[in-house]
């Protein structure tokens, strides 16, 4: 069983910034790629960003391309997002996921990440 564990919310003012970590159990985790997703306040979750197993091909949703940096370590089985420049329409609730293996390398389809983790709170506001 693969548990997903972010850290790293909080509370930022507008122009801040925040780093998010997920750390995964398991031995594999440098066999799959990550992604982090968000869901706002009334609103339906939305694919962030992506990140191929061994780092080399990385998406972002528009709205945060240029301010939000994913990373992974796989030495740590760690997935980072920094996340500069944050606005008050980034708050939502953060979750980390693992992507199936096969199929694309990447995807910002939910349906192709089969593990999550709880979410961590981020809160933009002055």
């Known amino acids: 069983q693969v548990q997903l564990v972010e850290s790293g919310g909080g509370l930022v003012q507008p122009g801040g910034s925040l780093r998010l970590s997920c750390a995964a159990s398991g031995r594999t985790f440098s066999s799959y790629a990550m992604g982090w997703f968000r869901r706002a306040p009334g609103k339906e979750r939305e694919f962030v960003a992506t990140i191929s197993s061994a780092g080399a091909v990385i998406y972002y949703a528009d709205s945060v391309k240029g301010r939000f940096a994913i990373s992974r370590d796989n030495a740590k089985s760690t997935v980072y997002l920094q996340m500069n420049n944050l606005q008050p329409e980034d708050t939502a609730v953060y979750y980390c996921?693992?992507?199936?293996?096969?199929?694309?390398?990447?995807?910002?389809?939910?349906?192709?990440?089969?593990?999550w983790g709880q979410g961590t709170q981020v809160t933009v506001s002055s």
């Open positions: 996921a693992r992507k199936e293996q096969g199929g694309p390398i990447y995807s910002q389809a939910q349906r192709h990440y089969d593990y």
